[in-house]
């Protein structure tokens, strides 16, 4: 074949410059620094526990659902040759480090603080993990793009950020059903600040929201103090 070719696992153009498909495995897959291109769904349905990415990976990489979609990934690593992305903890994001790309579906924790600097959550970011109870977003972020947030069925609320902006369609707060549906979580909470982006999304979404800005105290100095949520 003049086309393609099959090399440790993976199914490449005869250049080696575009990665089509792998075969199942388990561990780590390297994809090569040769490659400039990753197919879509290359890594659909995969057993490997962690991938790295090689040189010439591109900044517009989709890792959404080119990643989303590797059932049992554990940790990302990426070539410190590579000028456009970068690797954290097995999180990956551009080399600014402005956007976080993906966290892995089986990266286990239950928390995580996403890292002051980060502007934008990539399409699918936290997708399906399970693990996470509470995720922390930096002030400074702009954009919670499209099912950033998504099937993270035991994080039951999250903190928007005054500095955001933009919610993508579907952004938090939704799973899926026995039957495949896409559904707004029950009883999910978003907290926010004022009249901003965080309260349209929870309105045009049905979800309570919680208006951190109208939090009130009472009472005097050296009183037992109340808050209340309002």
């Not at 526990?49 to 590797?70: C, Y």
């Not at 502007?119 to 996470?132: D, I, R, T």
């Amino acid at each position: 074949n003049h086309a393609f070719k099959v090399v440790d696992g993976g199914l490449y153009s005869i250049s080696e410059t575009r990665l089509l498909a792998i075969e199942e495995g388990e561990g780590e897959f390297a994809v090569p620094d040769t490659v400039t291109k990753i197919d879509t769904y290359a890594f659909w349905n995969c057993d490997y526990s962690a991938i790295h990415l090689g040189a010439k990976i591109p900044g517009d990489f989709e890792a959404n659902p080119t990643l989303t979609g590797t059932r049992n990934l554990e940790a990302i690593t990426v070539s410190e040759s590579n000028p456009n992305l970068k690797a954290e903890d097995g999180v990956l994001f551009s080399t600014d480090g402005k956007r976080l790309l993906h966290y892995p579906r089986e990266k286990q924790g239950e928390s995580y603080t996403v890292p002051a600097g980060v502007e934008a959550l990539g399409s699918g970011a936290f997708q399906e993990n399970s693990y996470l109870t509470s995720l922390t977003l930096p002030e400074g972020l702009k954009e919670i793009s499209y099912q950033a947030i998504f099937w993270c069925d035991n994080l039951k609320s999250v903190t928007i950020p005054a500095s955001v902006t933009k919610l993508g369609w579907r952004a938090v707060g939704y799973t899926e059903n026995e039957d495949w549906d896409i559904v707004p979580m029950a009883g999910f909470t978003i907290y926010g600040h004022g009249d901003g982006a965080a309260k349209t999304y929870a309105k045009n979404n049905g979800f309570t929201y919680i208006d951190l800005d109208s939090v009130a105290d009472s009472g005097e100095c050296g009183d037992d103090l109340t808050w209340t949520l309002t």
